[in-house]
């Protein structure tokens, strides 16, 4: 008897792909970060290193969690664990509560450290797990670190979904029990500027924005329910990635943002970066590639990408990450406005 949880992987792989849009949606196109026309740099003296979750990385960006417990989505985490590997970049796997449910899920994701011996591996638990949940999900795939999703709405649009979410005190306690580090990251909808703040003083160190614009498991689940009513009117509600960047922007705090949500191109990672992410994750573009051209072409892609971002560092006069992260940029006029109002907001709430 096929497990309802591990065929919903499946669907989610092939309403993921059916769904995949080639334009970015993130609003980076709204950021324009000022050249340096006197840089006074050899681009051999760029360099890519930043961090994610407290480990020193030589990219920076990363294959974000997609899917897996399933036959199918396990094949499709095996190929991608083994491009990261490759690429020396990290690689974060779907959620694995199917594994803990029924040990019969399990065998793909223990098979992941295999292949990412040369990378880091982070495991990924929904937030209504327990805290004995997240340790054997860290024990089971041996990964370097957890990333906890918070995804409200898509619960709510699924039609099995959860209806219940208390998740603060286990965010807690999870931070404090376990031993690997913790990123705490939304599915597509994006990390309000008043849930960063809640984050940052629950004491949460590492933040994955996931903004609205790429893999969106609203528009994923409404194609699930079928007979039932539709939600595709909330397909937009969440925030693009360049309205959470800013958001995260105006909160002064020492927490580590990942970038994510409809990443495209390498310009798209630097404008993230700009915008003060330590490091970009890439989901849907990765998983397209792979389907639609194979690993190796992924392999190229990866590597392409990498350099065109030192060539884009060049002509901005960045060395580093860090440089990169103080280049002066222009807003549009919409983003300016969000970001002002974001502050006004967050003086009230405080």
């Not at 990964?143 to 995804?151: E, M, R, V, W, Y």
């Not at 009513?229 to 705090?253: T, W």
């Not at 970066?273 to 994750?281: F, M, Q, Y």
Request: charged share 25%; glycine share 6%.
């Amino acid at each position: 008897m096929v497990n309802k949880q591990a065929h919903r992987k499946d669907e989610h792989v092939i309403i993921a792909e059916k769904l995949f849009h080639e334009q970015s949606q993130t609003q980076l196109n709204e950021i324009q970060p000022l050249l340096n026309n006197l840089p006074e740099i050899n681009r051999d003296e760029v360099s890519l290193k930043t961090t994610i979750m407290g480990y020193e990385v030589d990219s920076p960006f990363f294959i974000n969690a997609i899917t897996g417990g399933s036959p199918q989505t396990d094949k499709y985490n095996l190929e991608l664990a083994k491009v990261a590997n490759k690429c020396k970049i990290p690689f974060a796997t779907g959620s694995i509560s199917v594994a803990l449910k029924d040990s019969q899920y399990a065998v793909g994701f223990k098979k992941l450290r295999k292949y990412t011996q040369d990378t880091l591996l982070f495991t990924n638990l929904g937030a209504g797990n327990s805290v004995a949940n997240a340790k054997k999900a860290l024990e089971l795939t041996q990964a370097d670190g957890l990333q906890i999703h918070l995804n409200v709405a898509q619960e709510i649009v699924m039609p099995e979904g959860d209806r219940k979410f208390y998740w603060k005190e286990n965010l807690i306690e999870t931070q404090k029990t376990i031993s690997k580090p913790l990123m705490v990251k939304e599915v597509g909808q994006g990390i309000s500027p008043l849930t960063f703040n809640t984050l940052s003083k629950m004491g949460i160190k590492y933040i994955d924005l996931a903004a609205q614009g790429g893999t969106n498991f609203i528009k994923i689940e409404n194609e699930r329910r079928h007979d039932l009513h539709d939600y595709d009117y909330l397909a937009e509600i969440g925030l693009s990635l360049a309205k959470c960047l800013l958001g995260a922007q105006v909160i002064a705090n020492d927490c580590s943002v990942t970038a994510s949500g409809g990443i495209r191109t390498p310009l798209d990672i630097v404008k993230a970066l700009c915008l003060g992410a330590d490091n970009v994750g890439i989901s849907g573009l990765f998983l397209h590639i792979l389907l639609k051209k194979g690993p190796e072409q992924l392999i190229e892609t990866i590597n392409r990408f990498k350099e065109e971002i030192k060539d884009i560092m060049t002509f901005l006069g960045c060395r580093t990450i860090k440089e990169l992260q103080q280049v002066p940029v222009i807003l549009s006029p919409e983003l300016l406005s969000y970001k002002l109002q974001v502050k006004s907001i967050l003086k009230n709430k405080m």
